[in-house]
């Protein structure tokens, strides 16, 4: 199973990069130390497709927030922890997983590095035509930030 969401994942982002054929300016997500990098940027049939990769440092997180498109990750290094709006871990994700987050404000969530090594994602937004990246959403409560 494993393998075919790897395949899966990868042929999506390799369809993206090899759409887009323009690459966009750089870009940083919310969290402290969280940086991103655009790869390839496509809009088709009223959707941007927008291939990133992602930074995100031992200790640290991308901020509470969701999207308003699906969002399609690999974790190429690291361990990515995620975070639902209850606070309930609903994911851990190690290098060579693949992952999924669904649209709209009732999926806020947040994902964190708690390991050693930096956590390296590419990542495949589709997005309604001019939708941001993310939207910021208020910490839940949790005992973490």
Known sequence: M???LRAGTTAALAAAATL????AVEATPGGPGVT???IAQTTVG???YILRQITIPAGQGTGWHFHDGTLYGYVETG???????TCTSDGVYEAGSALT???GARNVHIGRNLGTTP???DVLYVLPHGAPLSEDAPAPGCDFP
């Not at 887009?20 to 690459?23: E, H, K, L, Q, R």
């Not at 361990?79 to 709006?85: E, N, Q």
Request: aromatic share 4%; net charge positive; charged share 30%.
């Open 101 to 103: 987050e669904p649209a």
């Open 20 to 23: 887009a054929g323009v690459a």
């Open 119 to 121: 956590v390296v994602l």
């Open 2 to 4: 494993r393998k075919r």
């Open 36 to 38: 991103g990098r655009t």
């Open 46 to 48: 009223g959707k941007d």
């Open 79 to 85: 361990t990515l922890s995620h975070f639902d709006s």
